[in-house]
């Protein structure tokens, strides 16, 4: 797994949940030709509000086409409080998606004047959603579930309102929450949409079997292009996950023949490629997916595969491009960077700022930990790491910073059992980091003989959370329901 796939709130749903919010806003968009007869095919603005109205992600340019729609439209009628909350929700999605800050104030000043218009006490839920998505754009997850939270308890058969809370949930790491709102929004909505935010739930609980069965749904469910494209590049994203890079390239190819540009696939097969040996065109691939979608933990992933190849320069360049830029919700790749190939003790200070915000989902736990560790406070650093690997992600990179600090403290045991799970997971997790744990696994050496009565040998004995991880058995998932019983945030 690369040093920022695993985090808990991927963009790539999140922007989906901001697609939901558009979904929200869209209803009342009627095309001009409504009502004449036979209405011509679509267009750009017309297809982004149908891909709308089912919760699911536009075309990037048919995204593009509503905004400037929705803007002309505005220019002379100022007082459309629903068209600003269409755009609004809109600059959320575009900004999202492309991990951009300059939407970010357009839509709040959007969202703003609309709820002007149309003041939240006379039901304006479409904006107060579309500021619940903007939060979550920007990490602000309490925000976020605040802003949710209103719109469910006035209006708690809304379904647009619960990717809003899932997404909340998930960054504030309260996990049995997300897990009651994603339950609750497969009762009020279905298709493609919902299957790929159950695919994330699942993959969030360790279970594999069923996340891939979820989006293989979301596949064959979905209505466009864009939106199969999306569920094809999450079905790439999982086969990576469990260390199966030509599957991921399969996949991540499928989504290319359908949408030539989209970046998260170009991403998902630079990883596959590189995982294969194919480093060349795993070089070629990172360059386009930069060129199309340069997202901050694009650039930390690219930037290490430079340095795995001795592209020193082009490494750098990258890492000093990732620490110059204007990124929205950058605060773990960043940390990362800093972790690795900078400052450690700048990435502390950044990410126990995010810990304080609230935000401590499990990739944020992850980061803090390693962090500190680098900086030389390893034993500080294991409540961290225990945070992120016990929660039910089967996260190759948590597995071997865990390992790395149990090491680190002679935890030589616990360290061979979490080096061996991360190479186990995806032996190909990362082109710097994977070879490290083979040799970090290698300088700890065979257990020894004599181990104490009932205990077995690091490497091959079964944990109860770990002996149904590969599957959503019924033994997994009971074991999962005991302890999401014992409440949000309980270790196993």
């Known amino acids: ?153 006035a209006e708690p058969g809304h379904w647009p309102v619960y990717p809003v809370l899932i997404d909340a949930y998930n960054g504030l790491g309260d996990y049995g929450a997300a897990r009651a709102a994603m339950e609750k929004l497969e009762e009020l909505h279905a298709g493609a949409v ?6 994330q739930t699942y993959r969030d609980r360790g279970w594999r079997e069923d996340a891939d069965a979820a989006a ?50 170009l991403a998902g097969r630079a990883r596959a490629l590189a995982a294969l040996g194919r480093t060349d065109g795993a070089v070629r691939d990172w360059r386009a997916a930069l060129a199309r979608l340069p997202l901050p933990e694009y650039v930390l992933e690219a930037g290490e595969l430079y340095e795995s190849l001795g592209l020193d320069a082009e490494a750098r360049a990258l890492y000093e491009r990732l620490r110059t830029g204007t990124w929205a919700r950058a605060a773990v790749p960043l940390g990362l960077l800093d972790a690795d190939h900078g400052d450690p003790a700048a990435a502390v200070a950044r990410l126990r700022a995010e810990w304080a915000r609230g935000h401590r989902s499990v990739g944020v736990a992850d980061a803090l930990g390693w962090a500190l560790f680098r900086s030389g406070r390893a034993r500080e650093a294991l409540e961290y790491a225990r945070r992120a690997t016990d929660e039910g992600l089967r996260s190759a990179l948590f597995s071997y910073h865990r390992g790395e600090i149990e090491r680190a403290l002679d935890l030589r045991g616990p360290a061979r059992r979490r080096l061996a799970e991360a190479l186990r997971i995806n032996p190909a997790f990362s082109p710097l980091h994977a070879p490290r744990a083979e040799a970090a696994l290698a300088a700890l050496g065979e257990p020894p003989d004599e181990l104490p009565e009932g205990v077995g040998r690091e490497g091959t004995a079964r944990t109860g959370r770990t002996a149904g991880a590969e599957k959503g058995t019924g033994t997994e998932k009971a074991a999962d329901a005991e302890k999401t019983a014992a409440g949000p945030g309980t270790r196993a």
């Open 216 to 265: 293989l749904d979301a596949v064959a469910l979905a209505a466009a292009d864009a939106e199969r494209a999306a569920a094809l590049g999450r079905l790439g994203d999982l086969a990576w996950e469990r260390g199966e890079p030509e599957e991921a390239l399969e996949r991540h190819g499928a989504a290319l023949r359908l949408v030539r540009d989209h970046g998260p696939s």
């Open 194 to 199: 919902v299957r790929a935010r159950a695919a």
């Open 1 to 153: 797994m690369s040093a920022v796939k695993s985090q808990n709130v991927s963009r790539t749903v999140l922007a989906a949940g901001a697609g939901a919010v558009l979904a929200a806003t869209a209803l009342l968009y009627a095309p001009e030709f409504l009502g004449r007869g036979t209405p011509p095919p679509p267009g750009p603005a017309e297809r982004a509000v149908i891909a709308a109205h089912a919760g699911a992600q536009a075309a990037l340019p048919d995204l593009a086409a509503l905004i400037a729609d929705r803007e002309k439209w505005l220019r002379t009628h100022p007082d459309d409080g629903k068209s600003w909350a269409d755009l609004g929700a809109a600059y959320v999605e575009r900004g999202t998606r492309l991990g951009d800050v300059r939407d970010h104030p357009r839509a709040e000043e959007a969202l703003r004047r609309s709820l002007a218009a149309r003041p939240a006490a006379r039901g304006n839920t479409a904006a107060q959603l579309g500021l619940g998505a903007l939060a979550g754009a920007r990490g602000d997850w309490r925000t976020a579930r605040e802003w949710g939270e209103r719109v469910r308890k």
